[in-house]
């Protein structure tokens, strides 16, 4: 079955350390991933798809595929990076398949 | 240009009941998806329209239904509601083509007493 998993319900990091949320996936196919975010009190949002190879606000997801992992890092973490984030993977025509989420926390 | 609206915000009913639930998507966007999201099972694809055609459906009972009109606007309708339909459903709307990003409502709270 296509999954995703995102080991991590909560990461608490300080400000200025480096930032790593996982996410392994299982797909037979090539796989389209993406990563979502939801700030408090806002709604979700597209924060970067792998197909695009860009860096939104600080942060990189390589897609590996001799892991099955989409890891998202970012060098600095500052706190307005606390966030729920979700890993995702296209199934086709818009049906996205989720993780269960991880809450970052950022301490000042 | 204004963001992807639904209605109603919450919703209260009781089992057995249906529900209508409205999402307006980004003016040009064709495409809307649903999602149902729980702190039990998180994020489920429900379905996908694309110019009034259903082209994507996820695993959940036919109690769960939808449709687009002409205009992209979409309702989804479940009926004979459960507890466990209690949930945030949310609606996204796109532009339809393959790996686009996806526009989220604030989603409709809905509670099944």
């Known amino acids: 079955a296509q999954r995703v998993t995102q080991p991590e319900k909560l990461l608490s990091v300080f400000k200025g350390a480096p930032v790593e949320l996982k996410c392994n996936y299982s797909y037979s196919g090539s796989p389209e991933l993406f990563w979502y975010v939801q700030y408090s009190r806002q709604r979700l949002q597209l924060l970067l798809r792998h197909i695009s190879r860009e860096s939104i606000k600080g942060f990189t997801a390589d897609l590996n595929k001799g892991e099955t992992s989409f890891h998202l890092k970012k060098p600095f973490a500052q706190e307005e990076d606390s966030a729920m984030y979700y890993c995702?993977?296209?199934?086709?025509?818009?049906?996205?398949?989720f993780g269960q989420g991880t809450r970052l926390t950022i301490n000042p | 240009k204004a963001g992807v609206t639904q209605t109603p915000r919450y919703l209260i009913k009781t089992r057995g009941q249906q529900v209508t639930l409205s999402c307006s998507p980004i003016?040009?966007?064709?495409?809307v998806s649903w999602y149902q999201q729980t702190p039990g099972q998180g994020l489920q694809f429900l379905f996908e329209?694309?110019?009034?055609?259903?082209?994507n459906k996820g695993n959940f009972p036919g109690r769960f239904s939808g449709r687009q009109f002409s205009n992209s606007r979409s309702e989804m309708n479940v009926s004979t509601l459960e507890l466990g339909d209690s949930a945030l459903y949310l609606c996204?709307?796109?532009?339809?083509?393959?790996?686009?990003?996806?526009?989220f409502g604030s989603g409709t709270q809905l509670s099944v007493l």
């Open positions: 329209y694309f110019s009034e055609t259903q082209r």
């Open positions: 996204a709307s796109s532009t339809g083509q393959m790996n686009e990003k996806l526009f």
């Open positions: 003016s040009g966007h064709r495409s």
């Open positions: 995702a993977l296209n199934q086709g025509a818009q049906k996205l398949v």
